[in-house]
C-alpha cells in the first residue's frame, strides 16, 4: 500500500509505493532495459492506449466525444502511485509523520492515432486535450480530500515516460507540498507589498524587455523566462490575471492556447529534433480558485541536461544557454505551417 512520508527537517512528502514482487536486486537488472529506442519501437499492437484496446484500460472517466469515436480518453492509471480508496488519516511512526497514500491518477490518452505527438496535431485536437485537462479538474475537485491536482505530460523516456502513444496524467493529491507552497508564500509577500499579482508583475517586465518572448498572442504570452533553470525552458501565461486553470474559457481562450503550446512544442520539435521534455500546468490549490496573487500557467521543460551533483546540492541551476538565446533561436525558427 502506497504511503506519504514526511521529511522531519524539511518537512518535505516522499510517496513510498512498493511494486509488488520488486526487489533491491531488479533495480540493478532493469537498469539498461529501457531505451529511447525501445520506447519508439513499440508496437501497436501490444500498447493499451490504441483503439480497438479500449478493453485494457479501467472504465474511462471521460470521453471526447461521447458519441462515435473517440478523440480523447481518460481512465484511471492502472499503475498509480497513489490510490483513490484511501483516508488521508495522518500517521505517526515515532517522531515521523506519515499518511496513507491517498489520491486520483489518470491518464489522458491524446489521441487515437499511436504516433502523433501534440506538436504535430491539428489546432482542434490540441484543444480537445487542453478541454479534458479543465473538466476532469472540475469533475475531481469535487473530492472533498483532494488540495493540489498536478497535470503533466511527459514526452520521451528521458522525461520518464515508457508507453510511447501520446498521453498526460493527472495526479491530485490531499497534500499541498512545499515545493508549491514556496512559491504561494511568496506571491502573498509580493501582493502584501506592491498590491499587485508577481506573476503579472513578471509578464509586464517580460513583454517590456521582449528579448525572451517567443511568441505572442492577444490573451496568450510564451517566453524563456530571466531567471531560465536549463535551456529551453518555455513557459506560456493567460496575459490577463487568473489563478486557476479551471476558470479558462473553453472555447476562444482553450483555442487560443491550444495554438500556442502547439506552436511552442513544434518549434521545439523542429528545433531541437523533437526532444524528450516534461510539461506541466501549474494553477492554484483547491479552494484558491479566486486568489488576487496566485496565476496559473503552463511550463515546458526540455531534458537537455540532467541536474548534477551542483544542482541538487545547491538548488543553484547552472544554465549552459541564456534564456535571450533559447528565445530568439526559437522564435526565429521557420517551422512547417
Ligand atoms: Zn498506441
Ligand atoms: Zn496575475
Known amino acids: 500500500m ?20 520488486k526487489r533491491p536486486s531488479d533495480i540493478k537488472k532493469e537498469k539498461d532495459d529501457e531505451s529511447a529506442e525501445d520506447v519508439a519501437n513499440q508496437n501497436t499492437t501490444e500498447c493499451p492506449f490504441c483503439p480497438g484496446h479500449e478493453d485494457k484500460t479501467d472504465t474511462p472517466v471521460y470521453v471526447y466525444p461521447e458519441k462515435g469515436d473517440w478523440q480523447v480518453r481518460v ?51 490540441v484543444a480537445n486535450i487542453l478541454r479534458a485537462y479543465k473538466y476532469r479538474q472540475l469533475e475531481i475537485r469535487k473530492n472533498e480530500k483532494i488540495n493540489l491536482i498536478t497535470v503533466f505530460r511527459n514526452h520521451g523516456p528521458r522525461a520518464g515516460t515508457s508507453l510511447a502513444h501520446p498521453h498526460s496524467q493527472i495526479i491530485a493529491t490531499p497534500i499541498v507540498p512545499p515545493h508549491v507552497r514556496y512559491p504561494m508564500e511568496q506571491a502573498v509577500l509580493h501582493y502584501d507589498k506592491y498590491g499587485t499579482c508577481v506573476h503579472c508583475d513578471l509578464i509586464t517586465e517580460e513583454l517590456r524587455q521582449k528579448e ?94 540532467t541536474p548534477a551533483g551542483f544542482e541538487i546540492g545547491s538548488g543553484i541551476y547552472i544554465n549552459t544557454i541564456a534564456p535571450e538565446e533559447s528565445a530568439r533561436y526559437l522564435r526565429e525558427l521557420e517551422i512547417p505551417k
Open 75 to 125: 481512465v484511471p492509471n492502472k499503475y498509480a502511485a497513489l490510490q483513490p480508496h484511501l483516508a488521508t488519516t495522518r500517521t505517526w511512526v515515532g517522531s515521523f509523520l506519515a499518511a496513507k497514500g491517498f489520491g486520483i491518477a489518470e491518464v489522458v490518452i491524446e489521441h487515437p492515432d499511436h504516433h502523433l505527438s501534440p506538436a504535430l496535431m491539428k489546432l482542434g485536437e
Open 212 to 305: 525572451r518572448i517567443i511568441v505572442e498572442s492577444e490573451k496568450f504570452v510564451a517566453f524563456c523566462p530571466f531567471a531560465a533553470r536549463s535551456p529551453f525552458e518555455c513557459r506560456i501565461y493567460p496575459k490577463k490575471h487568473q489563478a486557476s486553470y479551471m476558470l479558462i474559457d473553453d472555447d476562444e481562450d482553450i483555442f487560443e492556447l491550444a495554438s500556442m503550446l502547439r506552436e511552442v512544442l513544434s518549434r521545439l520539435y523542429y528545433g531541437l529534433n523533437n526532444p524528450d521534455y516534461n510539461y506541466i500546468l501549474r494553477s492554484s490549490p483547491i479552494g484558491d480558485e479566486d486568489t488576487r496573487y496566485l496565476h496559473w500557467y503552463m511550463v515546458i521543460i526540455p531534458k537537455i541536461t
Open 2 to 21: 502506497p504511503e506519504f512520508r514526511q521529511n522531519l527537517a524539511t518537512k518535505e512528502w516522499v510517496i513510498i509505493a512498493p511494486e509488488r514482487g
